[in-house]
C-alpha cells in the first residue's frame, strides 16, 4: 500500500467572467514509504494546486480520492482531518509568509510540537535542521532570521508533527547555490535517519535528478510522463518532457545526456 495515493484529481476554478479553468485535470499519483517523488513542471502547470489538493488546503473536485496511510483522507473533516493530516506536512517556497511574525521561534515550534513540547525536545528539534546552538534561536522572531535560516525553521516545524510525508513546494526557489545544497543536504539526511518519504514540487529537472527516486512532468494540469527519475530523463517520450530537458544545461552539457553517463 502507497504511503500517499491521490486517485483521479480534479480540480476547476470557476472565475467571474470568464470561462471555468481546470488547474488540474484527473491526476493520479503514489509515494511510497521513505521515497521521493519529484512532480516538475513550467510554472502555471498545476504542480502547487495538486499540492494544496493533496493536503486538503483546497478541495478537489467531486470524485477524487486521497488516501494517507491508508486512510480516506478527502472524507474527513475538523479535528479528524487536522489530526490525520498531522502526518503529511507542508514546506512551501516562501517559508516568510508562513510564521506568525510576534511568535519566537520557540513559540513556533512548541505550538507545532505534537506530545513532547519541553525545551529539550524544541531545541533538539533545531539541533536537526542544524540551526545551532539551539539556545541562540529559540527567542528570535522570523524576520530575525536568514532566508536560508527560515526555511531551515519550516522544516522543523514540520518534523515536530514526526511526519510520514513532507510537501516540499519548491522549497529551495530563491535560496542561493550555497543555501541550495546546504538544504537539499539536509532534506536527504533526514530521510536517511527517519525514513520520512518527500512529494517534491519543484520547476528545477537539475533538482529533481539529483534528489528524487520517481518523477511525474506535469503539463496543463494532467501528467503526462512518469517513472524512474534516470531512467525518464535519460529517454523521455513525450515531446513535453523533451522540451523541458532541451531548455535546460548541466555542466556536461544537455541533462539528458549528462544523466545518461550518471
Given at each position: 500500500?502507497?504511503?500517499?495515493?491521490?486517485?483521479?484529481?480534479?480540480?476547476?476554478?470557476v472565475r467571474r467572467g470568464a470561462a471555468p479553468f481546470r488547474a488540474v485535470n484527473d491526476v493520479s499519483l503514489t509515494v511510497e514509504r521513505g521515497e521521493c517523488v519529484a512532480l516538475v513542471g513550467e510554472s502555471g502547470s498545476g504542480k502547487s494546486t495538486l499540492a494544496r489538493l493533496?493536503?486538503?488546503?483546497t478541495d478537489a473536485d467531486a470524485g477524487g480520492e486521497i488516501l494517507l496511510d491508508g486512510a480516506y483522507l478527502h472524507t474527513l473533516s475538523g479535528n479528524a482531518l487536522r489530526r490525520a493530516r498531522m502526518k503529511m506536512q507542508p514546506v512551501f517556497q516562501d517559508a516568510s509568509t508562513t510564521f506568525n511574525p510576534r511568535r519566537t521561534v520557540r513559540a513556533i515550534l512548541r505550538q507545532a510540537a505534537v506530545g513532547d513540547a519541553s525545551e529539550e525536545h524544541?531545541?533538539?528539534?533545531?539541533?536537526?535542521v542544524e540551526?545551532?546552538?539551539?539556545?541562540?534561536?529559540?527567542p528570535r522572531y522570523p524576520s530575525e532570521l536568514s532566508g536560508g535560516q527560515r526555511q531551515r525553521l519550516s522544516i522543523a516545524r514540520a518534523l515536530a508533527t514526526e511526519p510520514t510525508i513532507i510537501i516540499a513546494d519548491e522549497p529551495l526557489s530563491g535560496a542561493d547555490v550555497s543555501i541550495r545544497a546546504q538544504i537539499l543536504d539536509l532534506l536527504a539526511d533526514l530521510q536517511a535517519q527517519s525514513g520520512v518519504s518527500y512529494l517534491l514540487i519543484t520547476h528545477d529537472i537539475l533538482l529533481a535528478r539529483a534528489f528524487s527516486h520517481r518523477i511525474?512532468?506535469?503539463?496543463?494540469?494532467?501528467?503526462?510522463?512518469?517513472?524512474?527519475?534516470?531512467?525518464?530523463?535519460r529517454a523521455p517520450t513525450h515531446a513535453y518532457t523533451r522540451r523541458l530537458l532541451d531548455a535546460v544545461q548541466s555542466v556536461d552539457g544537455p541533462i539528458g545526456e549528462a544523466a545518461g553517463a550518471a
Open positions: 500500500m502507497p504511503l500517499l495515493e491521490l486517485r483521479h484529481l480534479s480540480k476547476t476554478f493533496a493536503l486538503r488546503l524544541i531545541r533538539a528539534l533545531l539541533e536537526r540551526l545551532r546552538p539551539a539556545a541562540t534561536f529559540l511525474a512532468v506535469m503539463h496543463q494540469g494532467s501528467i503526462v510522463e512518469h517513472g524512474d527519475t534516470q531512467a525518464v530523463l
